[in-house]
């Protein structure tokens, strides 16, 4: 699964991928920090990162 990355490439704004993946906008922007920070990592890894607590 890789719907926040397709919609980044895709130049859509964090309200915009938040309303159509139906999430909180604060959960798309972590991911997403996290996503820029680490291109190669999957939508996944990012969420398990936020799980186990990491901090942006």
Avoid: F, S
């Amino acid at each position: 699964m890789k719907h926040l990355h397709r919609k980044l490439e895709k130049n859509k704004d964090i309200k915009e991928i938040a309303e159509e993946l139906e999430l909180e906008n604060n959960y798309v922007e972590k991911v997403t920090a996290l996503l820029r920070e680490d291109p190669d990592r999957t939508d996944e890894q990012a969420a398990e990162l936020l799980l186990r607590g990491k901090e942006i």
